[in-house]
């Protein structure tokens, strides 16, 4: 295996890899927050990057919630990424960004499990792309 430069390609196959460098932002912030009273209140965390603790009021099997994120640092071309941390109890969660826009962006999780999810879950998450 072999490491590339940015810009260099390697053709294997006909299946072309570009490699991209990725940098940390040095202003670069990370917060929490918990959410409240149910699983579709909104939050507000202004950083590029941290953890939200949802409610953990029952969210049935098969059932899904969204919450907005107001965030000042999210851009309407900003790539927010999510993932499930911890905290399911019960359920089998998935979580993903079904919309963003200048100052915010919306976290849709499911509970694809058979039975309800009764626990706080931990979702963190990451804005790429953030000037």
Do not use: H, W
Request: charged fraction near 10%; proline fraction near 2%.
């Amino acid at each position: 295996m072999s490491v590339l430069n940015k810009g260099n390609r390697l053709n294997n196959r006909r299946t072309e890899i570009v490699a991209q460098s990725f940098t940390t932002n040095p202003a670069a912030t990370t917060s929490t927050v918990t959410q409240i009273t149910s699983r579709s209140t909104g939050v507000t965390l202004n950083a590029t990057a941290g953890q939200i603790t949802t409610d953990s009021t029952s969210l049935a099997a098969a059932a899904e919630a969204s919450f907005v994120v107001t965030n000042a640092r999210c851009q309407a071309k900003s790539v927010p990424v999510v993932a499930i941390a911890s905290g399911s109890t019960g359920g089998v969660l998935i979580a993903g960004v079904s919309a963003v826009a200048d100052g915010s962006f919306t976290i849709t999780y499911s509970n694809t499990g058979a039975s309800p999810e009764t626990g706080a879950s931990v979702i963190n998450f990451v804005l790429l792309g953030v000037e």
